[in-house]
């Protein structure tokens, strides 16, 4: 858990021992996983990794059950080649290592695997979605990237885009009710200015109980009375990727 001597935008929770059905592959510059499906598909997802980076088992985990659902996933190294966070490193250096890793700064990368999903595979609809670092990424991309169909932010921390809430695509917030990153208050806050400024379909949920990165951390066998609302964050996520793609 984080506090406040650990000033951590993701809770690194249980990690799966989990290997992975897609491959690894280079896209120009970066480094990133790919599982398709097998019968092939025009409906592509790019997932956002959070600061523990591309290779973390529980993002994987994530992007093959897209692709059981009918979804080509990829999941970039938006840190391209930069050291993903560990939870042995020095809290204290947090928010310098931060600062060299900015979501609101990964369009370049975007466009690249935009093009790679297009021309390697065959992808007309292309959504997103992102966990922590990357839920904030994805409101950014919503914001600003006219090549996305739709989103999906998990537990975006909200303060990295507090001002900005003009989306052009439809987006899905996720939020846990007891996360210690990301106060109530600031998802209420949230909630009334898209009221007020978003012109598209968005939708801000809280799951009851829930902390940090409960969508992709947990292991429901550890935590059996959180299983259901891990169950109903992966489903919705699939439900409203499903409605827009």
């Known amino acids: 858990m984080a506090n406040e001597s650990r000033p951590c935008p993701c809770d690194i929770g249980d990690r799966f021992d989990y290997g992975g059905r897609g491959q690894e592959v280079q896209v120009e510059h970066i480094k990133a996983y790919v599982c398709k499906p097998p019968a092939g598909t025009d409906k ?32 970039p190294d938006f840190f391209v080649g930069q050291e993903a966070w560990k939870p042995s490193n020095d809290w204290a ?17 975007v466009d690249v695997v935009l093009k790679y999903l297009k021309e390697q595979c065959g992808a007309k609809k ?3 979605i992102g966990f922590c670092w990357g839920g904030a990424a994805v409101q950014h991309l919503m914001l600003k ?3 996305l169909k739709t989103g999906v932010s998990l537990y975006g921390v909200i303060r990295r885009f507090a001002d900005k809430h003009s989306l052009l ?77």
């Open 93 to 109: 250096s947090f928010d310098d290592w931060l600062k060299t890793r900015d979501a609101g700064k990964i369009d370049k990368e």
């Open 145 to 147: 990237n006219p090549h």
């Open 169 to 245: 695509h439809p987006t899905f917030f996720i939020f846990g009710e007891k996360d210690d990153i990301i106060p109530l208050e600031q998802v209420t806050l949230l909630e009334q200015k898209l009221k007020q400024n978003c012109k598209v379909d968005y939708e801000v949920k809280i799951y009851p109980g829930q902390t940090h990165g409960f969508v992709h951390r947990k292991r429901e066998d550890i935590n059996p009375q959180d299983k259901p609302f891990i169950e109903e964050g992966r489903k919705d996520m699939i439900n409203w990727l499903n409605k827009y793609l």
């Open 44 to 75: 592509a997802v790019i997932v956002i990794h959070d600061i523990f980076g591309w290779q973390l088992p529980n993002t994987r985990y994530i992007a093959d059950m897209l692709t059981t659902n009918g979804y080509t996933a990829i999941c």
């Open 126 to 128: 292309i959504g997103v």
